[in-house]
């Protein structure tokens, strides 16, 4: 049991909190008034500071009250808004009734947005209900889909470009404001919303203990959750449309609040919102107070940017020793015959004679000019595909998780933050880049090692520590999409996962490193199988744990760094492989190993295929191809796993 | 001593004509009915040159923000500037690629196909006008055009050189041009050695934006900046997008109609333009400011 903290703790975390904000306050403020004249300081004052100062503090306390209803309903200290994807949902279903149907739009924004967040906590709704809504897997189904709607965001940006500046400024979640009308939309909404929730206080309290003795207490636990959820989900859609997703707040606001030791829900209901508040004003005044001259920061990509070692601190301190470790599963019935080897190869094959000779060209096309760049593209595509396949093996393997893969354990995201940042900073060429992203990747890992050692690898603690790693990575390209560096559209094509900047030295480069790098993990084989024993066997049996999860590991931070390099952080071929690979009867570690090198070639030239000819003239990145069907897929997993 | 047939001076001409002549005749200069110009400023001044490229990056769009000089309609699309398709390229065998700055990976494929020249007016080192003449000029010499190329730069400078007589009686000085954003809280703004500012320049203006800007020249602020700059003139215009129409359901545009220069009625919308385009887009943008301060001139 924490011992009581003294009753002045909650003084100690809103004091500073105030005086930086009043402090930012008198900052801001002195700044308009040093560079006007005083009639363009009180407009300035009044169209613009006044009106942005209050849209901070009406969307910080929905904000924060929309995440402290989540967590106290889903009894999970990580959800709100944007953890959950109701946000991004909200957000596309805007985007892409802009872009694509603007007929729509004569419903209004708002409701768009409220369409869009319903329809996605209905679709979180379905996909976890089997699992009795256990916390962590809401989450972890909120952030697939988050990240699944952010990169259909990506498509839709990189298709209409000259949308680009106005929809990134958009989503990046910016508060600034030109007049009262927002808020005064906003206003009334909010304060209904905070009224009906202060009316649920009591019923939520008892449902936070827990349903057995909230029913016998006389709530009605399904009608109050389901009031809760709407007027969160109702809170997100409207803040989400008026100024973008901005997360943080409604993570940070009941933790903070809990954290001062505020146990009663009711009074949580009070103190969230206004910490919430404060919260959200002082990350505004501090992203006002720090924009450069020649443009504005997003009020959102700076939430963004300090979420994330929140929610790893939270993370820390979370323990959920209720959650068994996914099981890998018994061994299926069918076994991996040579001649279903022999099939995989062939199919192979006939895929990469597909790739190589089936597309769509130009009538006056030489085949041996057209194959001198196909070639390159469909080895690197086939190279990549085989060793995020292996190492997404490894990972499961190590782990002994099913869902673990390169992608969603953040090992992708960390060697692609490094690739930005060394392009940014170095000015270096994307094939020179084998090094950062190595490094990026193999300190992904041993973020995750340690949090793995504090939570007993515990699978789903491990994928929202890699989701946080790919939000950080997300929001430092937003920050860079927003600067107009040239070399933005680029990075960004390349984040998406295309090929076409794979070159015949590189592709050379990457297949010899696949030869070399997976034969390597099939000698891994007594180790691997003998940890998926579990610890204590392995260590009975010899098996030096440090050094061989050491081995391991690197071993799968070098593949994920190979692949990544070649097709972006997000294609969702190391959690698909494996899974394919096992499914169809390879469950033996060599045979796995094997197996889903073959498919993850095989998905990977299929994408690269498929994206050099759907649109054609116009590419559509293999990487994002794979990921529009892998996140579905994983969702699929993830509700056959909590079926069974 | 003086040489009676040829002086050395004629041996210096005919050995500087020489090479000329090998191109007219024998060694055949990059065909001019081959170039693909996946970077649009060359695009735009090929067309000027009478010349129509064989394939443009992402024409759909390019018929959207540049319809002076149009893009006829033969013209074959090779996908998006920062990835154009290779294999559709390569099939065309084009004589010349006159391409962006892309990823060094694109480049050398790129160069695998054709030679290549890179376009790199912008971001602009120095006088944007200057520059576009000089490029003209260059690319009218090197498709053996010279005489076109002349006459676009002589007929560009005319052209400025009357809207500048037609704006001499109105002393106006400092002028801000702008694109708004789509939801009204944003401007685009143009700074040192962008297009606008050289325009403005050649106008007999300055440009009111003295402020940083980024590597391209344009600045991304929100509208409470514009409230102290001083501005003799505000000129803005909005993207040819469907989102336009959303901004108004989004957000007021109240510190808008309070901005002192608004307030004063000394803003004028006119219509779009391409801020990183060629010679014709930049007197298309003289023309368009032209008039739009004449024709506010009317109602003052």
Redesign the interface.
């Known amino acids: 049991m924490i011992k009581p903290r003294p009753r002045y703790f909650p003084l100690l975390v809103a004091l500073p909190l105030l005086l930086i904000c009043a402090g930012l306050l008198q900052l801001n403020l002195t700044r308009i008034h040093g ?3 005083l ?3 009180q ?2 004052l ?4 006044l ?1 942005r100062l209050a849209m901070s503090i009406v969307a910080g306390m929905a904000l924060a009250l929309a995440g402290l209803l989540f967590q106290q309903v889903l009894r999970n200290t990580l959800a709100e808004p944007a953890t959950l994807g109701i946000a991004a949902g909200a957000n596309l279903a805007m985007s892409a009734s ?2 694509l149907c ?1 007929a729509l ?1 004569i419903f ?2 708002t409701n768009l947005a409220l369409a869009g967040a319903v329809i996605t906590a209905g679709l979180l709704y379905l996909l976890v209900v089997r699992q009795g809504i256990a916390p962590l897997s809401v989450i972890l189904v909120g952030m697939v889909i988050s990240l699944y709607g952010n990169s259909i965001n990506t498509v839709l940006v ?1 298709f209409n ?3 680009l ?2 929809l990134f ?2 989503q990046a979640g ?1 508060l ?7 808020v005064q939309l906003l206003l009334l909404p909010v304060a209904l919303l905070i009224g009906l929730s202060l009316l649920l206080a009591r019923p939520l309290q008892l449902i936070g203990l827990s349903d057995g003795s909230a029913s016998t207490l006389g709530v009605s636990v399904v009608k109050v959750r389901l009031a809760a959820l709407a007027i969160a989900v109702a809170l997100s859609a409207l803040v989400t449309s ?1 100024v973008g997703i901005i997360g943080f707040i409604g993570l940070a606001a009941p933790a903070l609040v809990r954290l001062s030791g505020v146990r009663r829900f009711s009074r949580q209901l009070i103190f969230t919102p206004l910490l919430g508040a404060l919260l959200l004003t002082a990350v505004d005044q501090l992203a006002q107070f720090i924009s ?5 920061l997003p009020t959102g990509a700076l939430s963004g940017l300090l979420s994330a070692p929140l929610m790893l601190a939270l993370l820390i301190r979370q323990r959920n020793p209720t959650l068994a470790p996914a099981p890998l599963g018994a061994p299926p019935e069918r076994k991996f015959t040579a001649r279903r080897l022999g099939w995989l190869v062939l199919l192979l094959l006939a895929g990469i004679a597909v790739a190589l000779f089936l ?1 769509r ?6 085949l041996g ?2 194959l ?3 070639w390159p593209r469909v080895l690197g595509a086939l190279s990549a595909g085989a060793m995020l396949a292996v190492a997404g093996v490894l990972i499961q393997r190590q782990s002994g998780n099913p869902l673990a893969s390169p992608e969603l354990l953040g090992i992708s995201s960390g060697s692609s933050l490094l690739v930005v940042l060394a392009v940014i900073i170095f000015n270096q ?3 020179q880049l084998f090094p950062a992203a190595l490094l990026g990747s193999v300190l992904a890992i041993s973020l995750l090692f340690m949090f793995g050692l504090r939570s007993h690898f515990q699978p789903q603690t491990m994928v929202l520590v890699g989701l946080c790693l790919t939000n950080l990575s997300m929001a430092l390209s937003t920050l860079l999409l ?5 070399r933005a ?2 990075l960004l ?2 984040s998406t996962g ?1 090929t ?4 015949g030295p ?1 592709a050379m480069w990457a297949f010899g490193q696949a030869l070399l790098l997976i034969p390597l993990a099939l000698l891994l084989q007594r180790w691997v199988t003998l940890l998926s024993l579990g610890h204590t066997t392995a260590r009975t049996l010899g098996v030096g744990l440090r050094r061989s999860n050491i081995v391991i590991l690197l071993l799968a931070a070098a593949l994920t760094a190979g692949g990544t390099l070649l097709i972006g952080p997000l294609s969702f071929v190391g959690l698909i492989a494996p899974q394919l690979a096992r499914y169809s009867g390879a469950y033996r570690f060599r045979a796995q190993c094997g197996v889903s090198a073959l498919l993850g070639g095989l998905l990977m030239v299929i994408a690269d295929w498929l994206g ?1 000819n759907m649109a ?4 559509i990145s293999a990487g994002l191809l794979s990921a529009l069907i892998g996140a579905p897929w994983f969702l699929y997993l993830l509700m056959k796993s909590g079926r069974a | 001593m003086k040489n009676p047939c040829f002086s050395r001076r004629d041996c210096l001409k005919v050995l500087l004509a020489l090479p000329l002549m090998k191109i007219s005749s024998s060694m055949a200069a990059p065909s001019n009915h081959r170039i693909v110009a996946i970077n649009w400023l060359a695009a735009e001044t090929l067309l000027s040159l009478g010349i129509t490229p064989l394939a443009v990056s992402d024409t759909a769009y390019f018929r959207r923000r540049i319809n002076m000089p149009a893009l006829p309609a033969g013209v074959l699309d090779v996908g998006p500037f920062w990835e154009p398709n290779i294999e559709m390229l390569a099939a065309l065998k084009p004589s010349l690629i006159l391409s962006d700055f892309v990823a060094p990976a694109l480049l050398d494929n790129l160069r695998r196909v054709a030679p290549v020249q890179v376009v790199t007016v912008y971001p602009a080192a120095s006088d944007v006008w200057q520059s576009l003449a000089v490029f003209t000029n260059q690319l009218g010499q090197q498709l053996n055009v010279p005489d076109a190329a002349a006459q676009v730069v002589q007929r560009a400078n005319a052209a400025i050189e009357r809207c500048r007589a037609l704006l001499r009686a109105n002393r106006v000085q400092r002028v801000l041009v702008m694109v708004r954003s789509q939801d009204g809280k944003y401007a685009t703004v143009y700074g040192r050695n962008s297009m606008v500012d050289a325009v403005l320049h050649q106008l007999g203006m300055t440009n009111a934006w003295t402020q940083p800007v980024s590597a391209m020249g344009t600045a991304n602020v929100g509208i409470e900046k514009l409230v102290s700059l001083p501005v003799d003139r505000l000129l803005f215009t909005e993207l040819p997008t469907t989102l336009t129409q959303v901004s108004r359901l989004r957000q007021g545009q109240g510190l808008w109609q309070q901005l002192p220069i608004v307030a004063q009625g000394k803003t004028h919308e006119m219509s779009h333009f391409f801020p990183f385009g060629g010679l014709a887009t930049a007197v298309n943008l003289a023309q368009n400011i032209t008039d739009a301060i004449l024709g506010a001139g009317d109602h003052d």
């Open positions: 560079s006007n004249t009639s363009t300081s407009l300035l009044h169209f613009s500071f009106p802009v872009i603007p739009l209004g924004l990189l470009h000259d949308y500046s106005d400024s958009w910016s600034s404001q030109s007049g009262w009308q927002s008026k450069p001259a020649g443009g504005d597309n060209t130009p009538n006056a096309a030489g000019q057209l001198e760049f196909r060429p994307l094939s927003m600067s107009g560096d040239p559209m680029t094509n390349w295309s076409a900047g794979i070159t590189r050099r054609w003239p116009w590419p």
